[in-house]
Nanobody, 121 residues
Framework: QVQLVESGGGLVQAGGSLRLSCAVS????????MGWYRQAPGEQRELVAA???????NYADSVKGRFTISRDNAKNTVYLLMNSLNPEDTAVYYC???????????????WGEGTLVTVSS
């Protein structure tokens, strides 16, 4: 069984920073891509940032230059450093990883339960 546990959300003032973490645990053979998504009230879930196992990254246009995604492969953990936050960044942030579990021949998507980020003006 594979689990993703997020941490680091909370309330921050506009212009502030937060760092989200997502640790993957369980019976894992390998982890491929990892990423962060967010869903604001009444909106669809959207990709914020993603990183491959080799370290290549991509970002949503709305966060480029403000957010940085990184990963620690030794810890099976992905991070999202969020700077210059504004109220439009308020959302539940979800971690997603493409994981090859032990005993399987193909990778599958696993999601965390989400962590709430609230940016006050």
């Amino acid at each position: 069984q594979v689990q993703l546990v997020e941490s680091g959300g909370g309330l921050v003032q506009a212009g502030g920073s937060l760092r989200l973490s997502c640790a993957v645990s369980g019976s894992i053979l390998s982890i491929n891509a990892m990423g962060w998504y967010r869903q604001a009230p009444g909106e669809q879930r959207e990709l914020v940032a993603a990183i491959t196992s080799g370290g290549s990254t991509n970002y949503a246009d709305s966060v480029k230059g403000r957010f940085t995604i990184s990963r620690d492969n030794a810890k099976n953990t992905v991070y999202l450093l969020m700077n210059s936050l504004n109220p439009e960044d308020t959302a539940v942030y979800y971690c997603k990883s493409v994981v090859l579990p032990l005993g399987y021949y193909y990778g599958m998507d696993y999601w965390g339960e989400g962590t709430l980020v609230t940016v006050s003006s």
